[in-house]
């Protein structure tokens, strides 16, 4: 773990994702590694979960266009995009931001 003066801007934190893990623990921005989990170490219930998760987002390739659309204008203002948002509304997580 890396800590930092500040976290770089959201297209550089973009950028890397899935290589590196930018995140704010007490206060201090730091970075590390993105984390890596090997499927073998995982629990019986942590595989069911990454299924589930798995099966929301590729169902998200099979809702009509209109609504695809009406989700992207939904998070227009927002950092999450429209499939961020269906899956979040998937899984019951789903609220207003601040």
């Not at 297209?11 to 590196?20: A, C, D, F, H, T």
């Not at 201090?28 to 890596?36: E, G, H, L, T, V």
Request: glycine share 8%; hydrophobic share 40%; charged share 20%.
């Amino acid at each position: 773990m890396a800590s930092l003066e500040s976290l770089p801007s959201l297209e550089i934190i973009q950028g890397y994702k899935g290589v590196i893990d930018y995140f704010v623990t007490r206060g201090i921005p730091c970075a590390r590694r993105w984390p890596r989990y090997s499927k073998s170490r995982m629990s019986a219930s942590s595989l069911q979960a990454a299924a589930l998760f798995g099966q929301i987002v590729q169902a998200y390739a099979l809702l009509p266009a209109n609504v695809k659309q009406e989700l992207s204008l939904e998070a227009a203002d927002q950092p999450r995009s429209g499939r961020d948002i269906w899956v979040s509304g998937v899984l019951g997580h789903l609220h207003e931001r601040s």
